[in-house]
């Protein structure tokens, strides 16, 4: 999810840049976008027209699609006053949905769902034209060929430039330099996000503020102050930067516009994050009252259908994965013993929905008294908030080392599923000592199961601050569906396989 920037700053407000001459050059890539796309749909529907007159298909499949007679042969020529239309309808929806908007930064699985969706549309608009005026003259097995090309291609592109860019942005290559207004917690969560996840893009240039962070605090090392509010056009020029996030205390927001003037002299975009930190939700729903907007907090939808829906795809998972993970197991179990004496399992008290405790399994990763040693390292803590963690923790042995940064040590929380405690998807269980420092927003997370993997852990793991791993727990927990666990499932795979975060 590229948009996990605005979740931790609340429900961010996009306003594109006013000033021409950055629109221009702003519209440049979009073009090239377009022309790429326009291509790709073009050379789709030129690959589907020679699957279905040229290419020699092997047995059965000769069978399904025959071999067309030399007499009924359709030219490429008489196709093209129905692709030059498709090209048009696709362009203009691809435009609508965002894909070629500089501000939007979808991320590559959104803009996959917008190209399958309308593709589909489409191919299938053009269908019913095609078969109403001229029910004689095109083939409609084309048609289903153009529809899976033209996905596979624009898919194949999208996901190809989605990871050379991220593997840039990483690198600190082509870098959007942002500048943040505001350095109280709603600031400061916005940096954060940014420090925290460099695969979005953005390269922070510091912040302005009318008071600086206080000198101690950690912050101040690594978040550059820029000046106060009344400097802010100075420190826009002298930053160079590209994007402004407007993150001010709800006490400040009537200088909203003038810092939005501001930003429009320089030609510079910026977004606004509305001051929702000093409440206890993420997101909000909009509702009305005779015109008047008014904020809602929005509904947890693991509940009631949606829970059970989700309880039985979880079943059925952990059942049908039984015959693979359980030898997987034994032979894990075999691992843990030869490599160190102790239980192979490790039993660990974690809260649950509702704030119920359970007891968590996972494969033994660390010593036997690796507890008792905790408090040793406490001064060593690499992580923010109520949690603990370290890269080179030394109580952790050498087999576990290999199971963490595989994620397999969480292969016995598959019975924790079959007992009802978790879910294979979810919030991570919280330790009772976590939970007991927990700010009052925090406990919003505890109103679903938790689950063996989860948005934060497919995002970002532990690079990922425990603010911003808590909003995207409360907004998956607002925004469910089947296909959002599909969709962090294959989000995960990858992460899970470079062992990125994983310590």
Same mark, same amino acid.
């Given at each position: 999810?590229?948009?996990?920037?605005?979740?931790?700053?609340?429900?961010?407000?996009?306003?594109?840049?006013?000033?021409?001459?950055?629109?221009?050059?702003?519209?440049?890539?979009?073009?090239?976008?377009?022309?790429?796309?326009?291509?790709?749909?073009?050379?789709?529907?030129?690959?589907?027209?020679?699957?279905?007159?040229?290419?020699?298909?092997?047995?059965?499949?000769?069978?399904?699609?025959?071999?067309?007679?030399?007499?009924?042969?359709?030219?490429?020529?008489?196709?093209?006053?129905?692709?030059?239309?498709?090209?048009?309808?696709?362009?203009?929806?691809?435009?609508?949905?965002?894909?070629?908007?500089?501000?939007?930064?979808?991320?590559?699985?959104?803009?996959?769902?917008?190209?399958?969706?309308?593709?589909?549309?489409?191919?299938?608009?053009?269908?019913?034209?095609?078969?109403?005026?001229?029910?004689?003259?095109?083939?409609?097995?084309?048609?289903?060929?153009?529809?899976?090309?033209?996905?596979?291609?624009?898919?194949?592109?999208?996901?190809?430039?989605?990871?050379?860019?991220?593997?840039?942005?990483?690198?600190?290559?082509?870098?959007?330099?942002?500048?943040?207004?505001?350095?109280?917690?709603?600031?400061?969560?916005?940096?954060?996000?940014?420090?925290?996840?460099?695969?979005?893009?953005?390269?922070?240039?510091?912040?302005?503020?009318?008071?600086?962070?206080?000198?101690?605090?950690?912050?101040?090392?690594?978040?550059?102050?820029?000046?106060?509010?009344?400097?802010?056009?100075?420190?826009?020029?002298?930053?160079?930067?590209?994007?402004?996030?407007?993150?001010?205390?709800?006490?400040?927001?009537?200088?909203?516009?003038?810092?939005?003037?501001?930003?429009?002299?320089?030609? %510079?975009?910026?977004?606004?994050?509305?001051?929702?930190?000093?409440?206890?939700? *993420?997101?909000?729903?909009?509702?009305?009252?005779?015109?008047?907007? =008014?904020?809602?907090?929005?509904?947890?939808?693991?509940?009631?259908?949606?829970?059970?829906?989700?309880?039985?795809?979880?079943?059925?998972?952990?059942?049908?994965?039984?015959?693979?993970?359980?030898?997987?197991?034994?032979?894990?179990?075999?691992?843990?013993? =030869?490599?160190?004496?102790?239980?192979?399992?490790?039993?660990?008290?974690?809260?649950?929905?509702?704030?119920?405790?359970?007891?968590?399994?996972?494969?033994?990763?660390?010593?036997?008294?690796? &507890?008792?040693?905790?408090?040793?390292?406490?001064?060593? $803590?690499?992580?923010?908030?109520?949690?603990?963690?370290?890269? *080179? *923790?030394?109580?952790?042995?050498? %087999?576990?080392?290999?199971?963490?940064?595989?994620?397999?040590?969480?292969? +016995?929380?598959?019975? $924790?599923?079959?007992?009802? &405690?978790?879910?294979?998807?979810?919030?991570?269980?919280?330790?009772?000592?976590?939970?007991?420092?927990?700010? +009052?927003?925090?406990?919003?997370? =505890?109103?679903?199961? +938790?689950?063996?993997?989860?948005?934060?852990?497919?995002?970002?793991?532990?690079?990922?601050?425990?603010? &911003?791993?808590?909003?995207?727990?409360?907004?998956?927990?607002?925004?469910?569906?089947?296909?959002?666990?599909?969709?962090?499932?294959?989000?995960?795979?990858?992460?899970?396989?470079?062992?990125?975060?994983?310590?």
């Amino acid at each position: 999810m590229d948009s996990s920037l605005q979740r931790a700053a609340g429900t961010a407000l996009v306003v594109d840049p006013q000033q021409g001459g950055v629109r221009r050059s702003r519209r440049v890539p979009a073009i090239r976008l377009l022309v790429l796309d326009q291509s790709l749909i073009f050379g789709g529907f030129a690959f589907a027209y020679w699957l279905r007159y040229r290419a020699d298909w092997p047995e059965p499949l000769d069978g399904i699609i025959f071999e067309v007679a030399t007499q009924n042969v359709v030219p490429f020529q008489a196709f093209l006053p129905i692709i030059l239309p498709l090209m048009l309808l696709l362009a203009l929806r691809f435009a609508t949905r965002g894909l070629y908007s500089s501000s939007a930064r979808l991320g590559a699985f959104d803009q996959i769902g917008t190209i399958v969706g309308s593709t589909l549309t489409g191919i299938a608009l053009l269908i019913v034209f095609v078969f109403l005026y001229k029910p004689f003259y095109y083939s409609r097995l084309i048609f289903v060929f153009a529809g899976a090309a033209i996905v596979v291609l624009l898919s194949t592109w999208r996901l190809l430039a989605a990871g050379f860019r991220h593997w840039q942005w990483s690198r600190g290559i082509g870098r959007e330099r942002v500048l943040v207004v505001g350095g109280t917690g709603l600031g400061q969560e916005v940096m954060s996000g940014i420090a925290a996840s460099p695969g979005l893009g953005y390269s922070l240039v510091g912040y302005i503020d009318d008071r600086a962070m206080m000198e101690n605090s950690p912050a101040t090392r690594v978040f550059r102050h820029l000046g106060s509010l009344d400097e802010f056009a100075q420190a826009l020029a002298q930053s160079g930067a590209e994007q402004v996030i407007l993150a001010l205390p709800f006490w400040e927001q009537g200088r909203l516009p003038e810092l939005v003037s501001i930003c429009q002299q320089f030609g %510079v975009g910026y977004q606004v994050a509305p001051d929702f930190y000093q409440l206890s939700f *993420d997101r909000v729903d909009m509702l009305q009252l005779s015109g008047v907007p =008014l904020l809602r907090p929005k509904e947890i939808r693991l509940r009631g259908a949606n829970l059970l829906l989700k309880r039985a795809t979880d079943i059925c998972a952990v059942l049908l994965s039984a015959p693979l993970t359980l030898p997987l197991a034994l032979l894990i179990v075999l691992l843990i013993r =030869l490599n160190s004496k102790g239980p192979a399992l490790f039993r660990q008290t974690r809260v649950g929905k509702g704030g119920q405790l359970f007891t968590c399994l996972k494969f033994r990763t660390m010593v036997p008294d690796a &507890e008792a040693r905790k408090a040793e390292l406490v001064a060593q $803590n690499e992580a923010d908030g109520p949690l603990f963690k370290m890269r *080179d *923790d030394p109580r952790v042995t050498g %087999v576990g080392r290999l199971l963490r940064r595989s994620s397999l040590d969480e292969l +016995p929380q598959l019975w $924790n599923v079959l007992r009802g &405690e978790m879910c294979l998807i979810g919030p991570r269980p919280a330790l009772p000592e976590e939970v007991a420092r927990y700010e +009052p927003w925090h406990r919003r997370r =505890l109103e679903v199961m +938790p689950g063996a993997a989860g948005l934060a852990q497919a995002l970002g793991r532990s690079d990922m601050s425990f603010d &911003e791993q808590v909003r995207l727990d409360i907004y998956y927990a607002e925004n469910w569906s089947v296909s959002m666990d599909l969709r962090v499932f294959l989000m995960i795979l990858p992460v899970v396989l470079s062992g990125r975060g994983a310590y």
